[in-house]
């Protein structure tokens, strides 16, 4: 479960929009909430979700964390609340989970009060199963919520868009990440290396110390190996056998960020003008300045396209290695 009692610094803005439904009496039976992954959306459902369901005496965060409620909520087992994601190993929500739930939520409140179910992504429904949400939508019981949450928000039914309140969720500031970091613990350095393989986005890295440090230090190696491979050092297949031997979605992660950092950097270099990146990437990739000559800024977007595509086939493809071996031979000839 999310620890609800952590506060993120960057949703000022998101409580203000929530603390006006409720002083104006009129709070939404559907909230969409959009932006990248790793912006703290889910944590603030929980959060949202917590507050609401909450039976104790009020205070500051709406949240006692010691009610029956809250105990409840905190153990994963609050007989109003779901949460519903793709099954695992799927990348889909089925019709029949949005029936199963919307009944098992909506239908009966155990507590007199809220019943919330939240979908995560909610642009993992099929088109059936958003239909089937629609109708709930149509004619929300009272005291119903549904929190949607996406960093797709293109991919959903307008009819869905159109029906729910929308929350954006924007990117912190670095200062504030890396404030927002250290107090999770981390180190200065950790959290700047953290936020620039986050792409900016906190939460995005998910771990204890210990695997975020393994993450760090893995990220290193890929670097070390990419840069020779970019000098001419080191052969791409090679390379490539290399980075077969990550976890896939972490690798692709880096390599979405390298490829960011590269054509960022470029593009400065080009305009001459400071962009305001979220990022320093130069903790993550020492030495990108002197790489980024070697690279045209169209063959750089092109490779990005490339990275991306492979992230999108990535979970049902069988033949990774062969992928990432045509990208670094791509990478490796366009240099
Ligand atoms: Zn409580």
């Known amino acids: ?37 790793g912006i703290g959306k889910r944590h603030f459902a929980f959060q949202l979700a917590q507050m609401l369901l909450c039976q104790g005496e009020p205070t500051d965060s709406g949240i006692c964390q010691t009610c029956s409620s809250c105990e409840w909520f905190l153990s994963g087992s ?101 404030t927002w970091l250290q107090g999770q613990g981390h180190d200065a350095s950790t959290a700047k ?25 893995e990220s290193q190696q890929w670097w070390k190996d990419w840069r020779a491979m970019l000098s001419r050092q080191m052969n791409p297949v090679v390379v490539a056998k290399q980075c077969a031997k990550a976890e896939p979605g972490l690798f692709l992660n880096w390599l979405e960020t390298l490829f960011r950092a590269l054509i960022e950097t470029s593009a400065q270099a080009e305009s001459n003008e400071k962009l305001p990146s979220a990022a320093n990437y130069e903790v993550l990739f020492p030495g990108l300045n002197q790489v980024i000559q070697q690279f045209s800024l169209p063959s750089l977007f092109r490779m990005r396209d490339n990275v991306v595509e492979l992230s999108q086939r990535q979970q049902s493809s069988l033949n990774w290695g062969l992928q990432l071996e045509a990208l670094a031979c791509d990478c490796y000839s366009s240099t």
């Open 78 to 178: 609050h007989p109003d609340f779901v949460m519903l994601e793709p099954a695992e190993g799927k990348k889909l929500i089925s019709v029949d989970a949005i029936r199963q739930n919307s009944q098992k939520v909506f239908k009966t409140s155990h507590q007199n009060g809220y019943k919330i179910l939240i979908i995560e992504p909610a642009d993992a429904m099929t088109v059936e199963a958003a239909n089937s949400l629609l109708k709930t939508l149509e004619e929300p019981p009272e005291q119903t919520l549904l929190i949607l949450l996406t960093d797709k928000p293109a991919r959903l039914l307008p009819t869905i868009r159109s029906r729910a309140s929308r929350l954006k969720f924007t990117l912190p500031m670095a200062e504030q990440a890396l």
């Open 1 to 37: 479960m999310i620890n609800t009692s952590k506060t993120i610094n960057w949703h000022t803005s998101q409580w203000q929009q929530i603390a006006q439904f409720l002083e104006q009496d009129r709070f939404p039976h559907a909230l969409l909430f959009e932006g990248i992954k």
């Open 193 to 217: 290396r953290m936020l620039a393989l986050s792409l900016g986005a906190p939460l995005r890295l998910q771990g204890d110390a210990e695997e975020i440090s393994q993450i760090l230090l």
